[in-house]
Every structure is written in structure tokens, then in C-alpha cells.
């Protein structure tokens, strides 16, 4: 495992504030593609433990859980290999029950880890960041967090994810172990459980410190515990667009349009040689026939339409935008909605765009004004400004449908 050390006085003022490149700098996301994603594991070293004070401190941890409502999908705790019920705990108290709240302090002050699954979805710096991650990597990330008090505590016995996982310490330090990899590049549902000692002795046992990143291709044998001190670090796990779902989508798709692939092997196969010749010459045109019919350049189209809209869209700001839709005029300035990702086809009639899980469908002739919001590097716009041949009504209704839609919002 490589470890690179990158020192609090080589920061440069353009560092990346959001997104993969914050996580993986010193190194470029071209060599992070080419030399670690999905190949093997990295640790990058930071003498600065203010690294993601912006993204989660411990006192923000502290802010969400007794603000929440807790219910036992957005919080668990974890003690020694194991998720422990809360259930139990709720039980007790003066009345006969207690609060989720101190449910879930008492299992961290009796050695329990706290796991806050998801927490990007109500955190708002972890929101932008995400939405940053997968405009930037067109792949799909979940930041959960783990908390765990001190005293060598550890959460889950070694184990490895079928997700790609980037590890953040936010305050605290953790000691790591790798045990390798036993299967590799796991798919979601191939899950390799087996016995601790199995693995044997680590090939990689050190501590995570605040500011350090740690990260982990899918499949890589793992288990954490902490030191003297409690930890807090953030999980940022990342599935993207796999070329075997691809296959399998585009494959499920052509059993369905033809049925020639639905038909059943005739009867009597196993016993007569002759039925089970034929069947096998007739799997090897279907076989042949796949290579035919399946299209690459139809995968990839599936791909990008999954990628714009792997992640919840960011509609901040989106009810004011609305209750100020009828005032909007020529000179009223636009933006395109921040993070946003979005993909345009063209056809003889209409022009496409894709984005936020939908399709937005416009005539073939204001192509060039939605080319130029999709793709203008201007900060704001307004309708009056947009190229095209529109005149001034039609500039304004377009601008006035896309803010509607949520692809643009007013400056």
C-alpha cells in the first residue's frame, strides 16, 4: 500500500473546496484513475487536522443527534462485530422507556459505536459535497459517519464492502488493519462473510489521523478500532455505473423484445444425445445472436442517462424560485442550478435534455438557446441576453420553463 504525505504548507490557494479531487490531492484525478481506483489501496497523510472541519466536526455530531428525531434507520450502533438493538434500551426509564437520544449515548458511553447512516441527505456541507462528488466522477456516493469512543473500541470485525469506500478522519485517531483482498471487485450482492481467523495477521496495520484519507477499492478485507481517544471519521461510499449492470440491462432487455430466448429446452434433452445436440447448437446462435444485437452505443447512452441522475437533485431555493416565477422578467438574471448534471440530444423535431431523474422535451428550434444555458460559462444570464432567433415572449416563456423545471434558478 502506497502512502503519500502531503504537508499542511503545500496546500495551494486553488485546492479544490468540494469534490473527489479535494479527497485524493496531492494527486490529480487522472493518476488516481490510472494508478489506484479499483486497483489498490492509498493512504494520503495531511498535517492539518482542520482538513474537513468545513464538511463535520465532533460538535456537528453532537448538533444532529440531539436535533434529530432518531429512529433505527438513520442511526445505528455497532459493538464488536455486531449491531446492537436499540430496542432493548428503549425499554428502561422512571416511565418504563426512555428517549432514542440517550438510547443511543448510553450504548456509546457503554463502548458502542455510533453509525449515522446517510448523512449527506440532511447535512447540508455534506449535501454540496456529494452532489460536487458526482458531478465530478458521474458516480453515485453516501457519506456515513462512525463515531466510536475511546478505548480501543472496535465496531465491526474484519470485513470487506462491495463499494468502493474513501475514509476521511475528522477528529481522533483509528488504527487500521488491511487484510487484503478475497474476492475482487465485488458485485452489490457478493458479500464474503467467513470466520476472523481466516485472515490471519494484517498486511497493513497503521493509525488514521485528522486530515488523513484512506482509500479502499471494493473488496479490500478491512476492520478499525480506536485508540486512546473517541473517533470520528466519514465514509464516503462510491458506486459507479458498472459495466456488468450495464451488460445485464442491455441484455434483459433483448430476452424481452425477442422469444427466442424465452423458449425452453425440449423435452427429454438429458436422456437423448440428439435433443441435447441441438440445444447446444442452438445456444450458440443465440449466443451469436447477442454479439449482434447488443448495442455499445446504446449502453453507453444508458450509462449517461444513469450517471446525470445517480445522485438526488440539490433543488435549494427552488420554492422561492417558484412564488417569484410571475415576475420574472427579460432582465431578471438566471443561473444554471449549481452542481447540476444534465445531457442533451438533438433530434429532426425536438431537442432532449435530461436531467434530475427526467426528460424536458422543447422544439428542435431553441436548441441553441438551451445549448447555451446548459453549456454557458457566464455566472448569470437573463432571457434578453440568450442567443437564437427567439423573439422576446419566447426567450422569456424559455427561461420561465426551465426555472420552473428546475434547471435553472434566479441569481
Do not use: C
Not at 488504527?175 to 497493513?204: F, I
Not at 420574472?328 to 443561473?335: C, H, P, Q, S
Not at 445549448?371 to 423573439?391: K, V
Amino acid at each position: 500500500m502506497e502512502t503519500i504525505v502531503y504537508r499542511k504548507s503545500d496546500e495551494s490557494t486553488a485546492q479544490p473546496a468540494l469534490g473527489l479531487s479535494r479527497l485524493v490531492a496531492p494527486l490529480d484525478m487522472a493518476r488516481f484513475q490510472s494508478e489506484y481506483f479499483e486497483k489498490k489501496p492509498l493512504l494520503i497523510r495531511r498535517e492539518n487536522r482542520a482538513y474537513y472541519a468545513d464538511l463535520l466536526t465532533l460538535d456537528d455530531v453532537d448538533e444532529i443527534l440531539s436535533l434529530s428525531s432518531l429512529h433505527n434507520e438513520d442511526v445505528r450502533v455497532a459493538s464488536e462485530g455486531s449491531i446492537v438493538s436499540l430496542d432493548d434500551r428503549l425499554a428502561f426509564g422512571p416511565h418504563g422507556h426512555t428517549n432514542a437520544q440517550e438510547a443511543v449515548y448510553a450504548s456509546y458511553r457503554d463502548g458502542a459505536t455510533i453509525i449515522i447512516d446517510g448523512l449527506h441527505g440532511r447535512w447540508a456541507p455534506l449535501k454540496r459535497f456529494v452532489h460536487a462528488l458526482g458531478a465530478e466522477t458521474n458516480a453515485k456516493f453516501q457519506v456515513n459517519t462512525y463515531l466510536t469512543p475511546g478505548g480501543k473500541v472496535q465496531g465491526f470485525k474484519p470485513h470487506q464492502d462491495n463499494h468502493d469506500v474513501f475514509v476521511a478522519q475528522a477528529h481522533g485517531v483509528k488504527r487500521w488493519a488491511l487484510y487484503g483482498t478475497r474476492h475482487e471487485l465485488p458485485l452489490k450482492h457478493q458479500n464474503h462473510q467467513a470466520p476472523v481467523d481466516e485472515y490471519g495477521e494484517p498486511e497493513h496495520e497503521f493509525d488514521l489521523h485528522p486530515g488523513d484519507l484512506l482509500y479502499l477499492p471494493r473488496g479490500t478485507v478491512h476492520a478499525a478500532r480506536s485508540t486512546d481517544s473517541a473517533s470520528l471519521h466519514l465514509t464516503f461510499g462510491a458506486r459507479p455505473v458498472l459495466r456488468a449492470n450495464l451488460l445485464i440491462e442491455a441484455v434483459e432487455q433483448l430476452l424481452n423484445s425477442d422469444v427466442r430466448f424465452r423458449q425452453g429446452l425440449p423435452l427429454g434433452f438429458v436422456s437423448d444425445k440428439e435433443l441435447s445436440r441441438q440445444s447446444e447448437e442452438g445456444l450458440t446462435q443465440l449466443i451469436a445472436l447477442l454479439a449482434e444485437k447488443l448495442s455499445p452505443a446504446g449502453m453507453m447512452e444508458n450509462a449517461i442517462t444513469q450517471a446525470i441522475s445517480i445522485n438526488s437533485p440539490d433543488l435549494r431555493n427552488h420554492l422561492t424560485d417558484l412564488e417569484q416565477l410571475g415576475a420574472l422578467g427579460l432582465d431578471t438574471a438566471v443561473r444554471r442550478r449549481p452542481g447540476i448534471r444534465w445531457d442533451m440530444r438533438k433530434s429532426d423535431k425536438t431537442v432532449q435534455l435530461h436531467f434530475h431523474n427526467k426528460l424536458v422535451e422543447l422544439p428542435v428550434h431553441v436548441a441553441d438557446e438551451v445549448r447555451f444555458m446548459a453549456e454557458g460559462t457566464e455566472p448569470s444570464f437573463t432571457a434578453r441576453s440568450l442567443p437564437g432567433l427567439l423573439d422576446e415572449p419566447g426567450r422569456q416563456l424559455l427561461v420561465k420553463t426551465m426555472v420552473r423545471e428546475g434547471f435553472l434558478t434566479l441569481a
